[in-house]
């Protein structure tokens, strides 16, 4: 019988990795969007606790980001949990430094996309949080879903990011 599942490739990536890559497409999708360029490290590569930096004509803002399906899209927020070496790192950088949190409407890889005639819609919504400031021993961030990840998101980053060099913050 076929299935939705078994018609796909026999995946070489695990399905955390999975999600991983989708969660970093997503968000250079709306970078796409706005027009504005991304850079992401190499896997491994990751050693500020940010996988890719948003790039704006002033400089770059580091972003780590998370991909789930372990909450829904709607409601107040979500927690993730955090790791002390993450926060250490986010606090020594003088740009900001923002967590987005990807989540995927489905668990099953090929529920995440919908082709349909118009187009090929994504059951996912992503939500950020600056997380420069984290308090040290935090565990976890509530990341507020009133901050959903649109194009408008950048400039606000670009205006966080322009104050850090002009008024002193």
């Known amino acids: 019988m076929l299935t939705a599942e078994s018609i796909l490739p026999?995946?070489?990536?695990?399905?955390?990795?999975?999600?991983?890559?989708?969660?970093?497409?997503?968000?250079?999708?709306?970078?796409?969007?706005?027009?504005?360029?991304?850079s992401e490290n190499s896997p491994d590569e990751d050693v500020n606790a940010v996988d890719c930096e948003v790039q704006f004509e002033i400089g770059s803002?580091?972003?780590?980001?998370?991909?789930?399906?372990?909450?829904?899209?709607?409601?107040?927020?979500?927690?993730?949990?955090?790791?002390?070496?993450w926060q250490k790192k986010?606090?020594?950088?003088?740009?900001?430094?923002?967590?987005?949190?990807?989540?995927?409407?489905?668990?099953k890889a090929h529920q995440w996309l919908e082709h349909q005639a118009r187009g090929t819609l994504q059951h996912a919504a992503a939500f950020w949080i600056r997380v420069n400031d984290t308090g040290n021993g935090q565990t976890r961030i509530a990341i507020p879903k009133t901050?959903?990840?649109t194009a408008a998101t950048l400039q606000i980053w670009e205006n966080d990011l322009e104050a850090c060099f002009f008024s002193g913050t």
């Not at 989708?22 to 969007?33: E, H, R, W």
């Not at 803002?61 to 070496?85: L, M």
């Open 90 to 107: 986010w606090q020594k950088c003088s740009v900001p430094v923002y967590l987005v949190l990807v989540i995927l409407g489905y668990d």
């Open 61 to 85: 803002v580091r972003v780590q980001v998370k991909c789930t399906s372990k909450f829904d899209i709607a409601g107040k927020s979500a927690s993730w949990p955090i790791e002390t070496t």
């Open 10 to 38: 026999k995946a070489t990536l695990s399905p955390n990795g999975s999600k991983g890559r989708f969660g970093v497409a997503y968000l250079k999708t709306i970078c796409s969007q706005a027009g504005i360029g991304v």
């Open 147 to 149: 901050q959903r990840l």
